[in-house]
């Protein structure tokens, strides 16, 4: 697998973007966030709207039109999509070459 230098995604942006495949504003995302990670990840504002312009740049949500109120809503956009993917393809691989050596070594100790 080639090396990707956006990768590995913290667990916080890993969490947004997963939130964010529908649209949501600020709020959502932060309630959606916590649900996701069961209560183990919970930002405050000033984290969120940091990491959501981050995001923007890096071209992996965007913006939609919302057409009441002034809230911005997200949404995760294919770069984005793509990105989590291979970060998920990432963490398979390391779980795979783990439980191998862990079997491995379960086998040496009997």
Do not use: C, W
Not at 6 to 25: A, D, G, N
């Amino acid at each position: 697998m080639k090396r990707n230098k956006q990768l590995p995604l913290t667990e916080t942006v890993y969490y947004i973007l997963l939130s964010l495949l529908e649209p949501r504003h600020g709020y959502l995302i932060m309630q959606r966030v916590e649900e996701l990670s069961e209560g183990q990840v919970r930002m405050a504002a000033g984290t969120l709207y940091g990491a959501l312009d981050n995001l923007v740049k890096l071209h992996f949500i965007k913006p939609v039109p919302e057409q009441e109120g002034r809230r911005k809503v997200y949404l995760i956009t294919q770069e984005g999509k793509d990105m989590l993917r291979l970060d998920q393809e990432r963490m398979q691989s390391l779980l795979t070459i783990t439980d191998q050596l862990l079997r491995e070594d379960e086998h040496e100790e009997v």
